[in-house]
């Protein structure tokens, strides 16, 4: 069983950029696909972005498509997301999660996955 730690969270101003982090303990992460998603408050969760297990195949939800980047190393048994140019909209709390896969296509549902981290905040003011 895989742990997962969300940290990198804040509040930050409109426009500005923030990265957060998932590490991975009890398993390496090398073998699992991961996703990021977000929730924010009366909303459902929802998907952000996708990463398959070697990290060669991505997916975006059309509403960060060009500002977020995923991205992974292995080696570390982490995966980031950063995340540019934020809006208030994007204020939520973010959440990773890991399913072990060799598959090369991303995962973009939330049942698909089997581990979730505990999230972190993140605040855009404008």
Do not use: H
């Not at 009366?42 to 995923?70: H, L, M, P, Q």
Request: hydrophobic share 35%; charged share 15%; with cysteine.
């Amino acid at each position: 069983q895989v742990q997962l730690v969300e940290s990198g969270g804040g509040l930050v101003q409109a426009g500005d950029s923030l990265r957060v982090s998932c590490a991975a303990s009890g398993r390496t992460l090398s073998i699992y696909g991961v996703g990021w998603f977000r929730q924010a408050p009366g909303n459902e969760r929802e998907f952000v972005a996708a990463i398959s297990w070697s990290g060669g195949s991505t997916r975006y939800a059309d509403s960060v498509k060009g500002r977020f980047t995923i991205s992974r190393d292995n080696p570390k048994n982490a995966v980031y997301l950063q995340m540019n140019s934020l809006k208030p909209e994007d204020t939520a709390v973010y959440y990773c999660a890991g399913r072990r896969s060799l598959s090369t296509v991303p995962m973009v549902q939330s049942n698909e996955y089997d581990y979730w981290g505990q999230g972190t905040q993140v605040t855009v003011s404008s």
